[in-house]
């Protein structure tokens, strides 16, 4: 079989397991499942477990007002329930009823904005409560709500009359029992696991058996050993994942702290290595780099994370199992990307961005990949995920992995990744004084029989990186004479380029660094666009490095400071 046959093969094999999926869920949600739900109502909640998500009471005023900034948008509802709105973007329904903006009442603290969050929940029982279906109820914005509800138990039920409290935790449980019957075949990945942290947090917050404790914290950690890998990074390779996950398990942590004595042996380890890998991503101003994902950097979402890191040391230079290298010298950051694609199951966020890096100097970014516009429009998604979107090379403007683009099966599996590398060797170089890297995909050798080789070098006091690209025939077949490759360098919106007198390309920043780009063929100047800007995707500029495999094999570049 050949890969092209097998990628399709496994498309099919998702799309069928994500049928099977939906059928059940349909199953479960009917009149002979709904009796499953049924139950015994918890006669109290123990302990609202802490939230380190940011709240800001000016958007619970907003929220009274009847306007919801939720996921990138601003809904106004009208004076009517928000859970009536019906055309509403997907996200933002989804955000809705996950109920994590209920943070911003407790951050209001007065009982105008408890009396709105206790309005809301009664809403949402009265119009969803009994109707199993719906964005409402798939699994993964169940979990969040799960969560949000026990977090802010406090707030919903401050001065709340004894129908709403009885009604309140009856909805509760019948969402825990329904999403603990569904969550082992929810879809791989962050939503499964948040599922199991918010049936854990769910068993401890609420009066429950021990053994429902105990299995709730059995399945936790089987997950967790499976989706934590011994570097720290999730099995996504996406390094907003990291933050997510982290920002659930810490309160977790502490909840099982305050209610069982200790936490499991497996969240702790989780947790242990999930802050080194999270500072492994950071530049020096606190940014995240944009791989496989990762979009716009909440600096002080990171930073109420980071606070719970008592190592506080320096963060790692290799992540093997999660595929990326670090060089690291005096105030100068540089980030790759060095490892196979997630598997296709895992892959909806992922990028076609093998060998791609990110150069930052202090608090300023010099090359950077495109990254995401996390809440904008999704017609754009593609485009961030596309190779040329990265900063390392394309050969005939393709894409070093496909991507699913089909509407027909989109809305069932989304647009996972296929048919990208299948072998990637990296080799660290690091030598007193210097740091570096060499590292090769075979993400072209099917289609043009073309292996990329990339290595970097950090010397110099992070003063000089150079950097060389080769192109090798993949078989015994030379490199086709038509076979055009295209080195790229995408620079971040707020870099200066200019050629100095002697023509060189200057990159500047705000008068901090100065970076001199020079190259062994005459680099190009093109238009690019920078999609994980906080305000939105802006323009900006790459440095391009042209010419034809059968002519050039191996191009070196560098970039100095002075």
């Known amino acids: 079989m050949s890969i092209t046959?097998?990628?399709?093969?496994?498309?099919?094999?998702?799309?069928?397991?994500?049928?099977?999926?939906?059928?059940?869920?349909?199953?479960?949600?009917?009149?002979?499942?709904?009796?499953?739900?049924?139950?015994?109502?918890?006669?109290?909640?123990?302990?609202?477990?802490?939230?380190?998500?940011?709240?800001?009471?000016?958007?619970?005023?907003?929220?009274?007002?009847?306007?919801?900034?939720?996921?990138?948008?601003?809904?106004?509802?009208?004076?009517?329930?928000?859970?009536?709105?019906?055309?509403?973007?997907p996200r933002w329904l989804k955000s809705l009823h996950g109920f994590r903006w209920l943070r911003h009442m407790r951050a209001a603290d007065s009982h105008l904005a408890a009396a709105n969050a206790r309005a809301l929940v009664s809403d949402w029982i009265a119009l969803h409560g009994n109707h199993i279906s719906g964005v409402a109820w798939e699994p993964a914005t169940t979990a969040k709500r799960i969560i949000a509800w026990l977090q802010?138990?406090?707030?919903?039920?401050?001065?709340?009359?004894?129908?709403?409290?009885?009604?309140?935790?009856?909805?509760?449980?019948?969402?825990?029992?329904?999403?603990?019957?569904?969550?082992?075949?929810?879809?791989?990945?962050k939503p499964r696991l948040r599922a199991r942290v918010a049936l854990a947090f769910a068993a401890l917050s609420l009066p429950v058996p021990a053994s429902a404790l105990r299995a709730a914290t059995r399945n936790l950690s089987e997950e967790l050993n499976r989706q934590i890998l011994p570097d720290g990074g999730h099995v996504s390779r996406n390094p907003s994942a990291i933050l997510e996950i982290l920002a659930d398990l810490l309160p977790?942590?502490?909840?099982?702290?305050?209610?069982?004595?200790?936490?499991?042996?497996?969240?702790?380890?989780?947790?242990?290595?999930?802050?080194?890998?999270?500072?492994?991503?950071?530049?020096?101003?606190?940014?995240?780099?944009?791989?496989?994902?990762?979009?716009?950097?909440?600096?002080?979402?990171?930073?109420?994370?980071?606070?719970?890191?008592?190592?506080?040391?320096?963060?790692?230079?290799h992540a093997p199992h999660s595929g990326y290298e670090r060089l690291s010298i005096g105030n100068v950051t540089v980030l790759a990307d060095t490892g196979l694609p997630p598997p296709p199951d895992l892959s909806g966020d992922a990028h076609a961005g093998s060998l791609s890096f990110e150069l930052s100097s202090g608090r300023q970014h010099y090359v950077v990949n495109a990254g995401v516009d996390t809440y904008g429009d999704s017609e754009f998604r593609p485009l961030s995920r596309a190779t040329a979107a990265h900063s390392t090379?394309?050969?005939?403007?393709?894409?070093?992995?496909?991507?699913?683009?089909?509407?027909?099966?989109?809305?069932?599996?989304?647009?996972?990744?296929?048919?990208?590398?299948?072998?990637?060797?990296?080799?660290?170089?690091?030598?007193?004084?210097?740091?570096?890297?060499?590292?090769?995909?075979?993400?072209?050798?099917?289609?043009?029989?073309?292996?990329?080789?990339?290595?970097?070098?950090?010397?110099?006091?992070?003063?000089?990186l150079t950097g060389r690209d080769r192109f090798l025939p993949a078989g015994n077949k030379p490199i086709r004479a038509d076979d055009r490759v295209t080195v790229r360098f995408h620079l971040h919106p707020d870099v200066e380029l200019f050629r100095d007198a002697q023509g060189r390309l200057v990159l500047s920043a705000d008068g901090t660094d100065t970076w001199f780009?020079?190259?062994?063929?005459?680099?190009?100047?093109?238009?690019?666009?920078?999609?994980?800007?906080?305000?939105?995707?802006?323009?900006?500029?790459?440095?391009?490095?042209?010419?034809?495999?059968?002519?050039?094999s191996e191009v070196h570049w560098q970039l100095e400071r002075e």
Request: aromatic share 8%; proline share 6%.
């Open 5 to 89: 046959d097998s990628n399709t093969a496994h498309l099919w094999v998702l799309v069928a397991r994500e049928m099977w999926r939906r059928t059940r869920r349909r199953l479960r949600s009917g009149p002979v499942y709904r009796w499953r739900y049924s139950g015994r109502t918890p006669e109290r909640v123990l302990i609202a477990p802490p939230d380190l998500r940011l709240a800001d009471p000016q958007i619970a005023l907003e929220i009274y007002y009847g306007r919801f900034p939720l996921a990138g948008h601003v809904v106004e509802t009208g004076g009517q329930s928000p859970f009536q709105i019906e055309g509403a973007d």
């Open 517 to 552: 780009f020079s190259a062994t063929l005459e680099p190009e100047v093109e238009e690019s666009i920078f999609f994980a800007g906080l305000a939105g995707p802006c323009r900006s500029r790459q440095i391009v490095l042209a010419f034809r495999a059968s002519e050039i």
């Open 252 to 317: 977790l942590r502490q909840t099982y702290a305050n209610q069982a004595g200790q936490a499991p042996p497996a969240l702790m380890g989780a947790i242990d290595r999930m802050l080194p890998a999270l500072r492994f991503f950071r530049h020096q101003d606190g940014t995240l780099a944009r791989f496989n994902g990762m979009g716009a950097t909440i600096h002080d979402r990171v930073a109420a994370v980071l606070l719970h890191d008592d190592t506080a040391g320096q963060p790692l230079l």
């Open 393 to 464: 090379a394309t050969i005939n403007d393709t894409s070093s992995a496909r991507f699913n683009h089909s509407a027909r099966i989109g809305g069932l599996i989304g647009a996972p990744l296929t048919g990208g590398p299948r072998h990637v060797t990296c080799r660290r170089l690091d030598e007193d004084g210097q740091q570096g890297f060499i590292a090769s995909h075979d993400g072209y050798a099917q289609r043009f029989g073309v292996l990329h080789e990339r290595q970097l070098v950090l010397s110099g006091g992070g003063n000089l």
């Open 152 to 189: 802010h138990s406090s707030v919903v039920l401050q001065g709340a009359e004894y129908p709403f409290y009885r009604a309140f935790l009856k909805s509760l449980a019948v969402q825990v029992r329904y999403l603990r019957s569904v969550a082992r075949e929810m879809p791989d990945g």
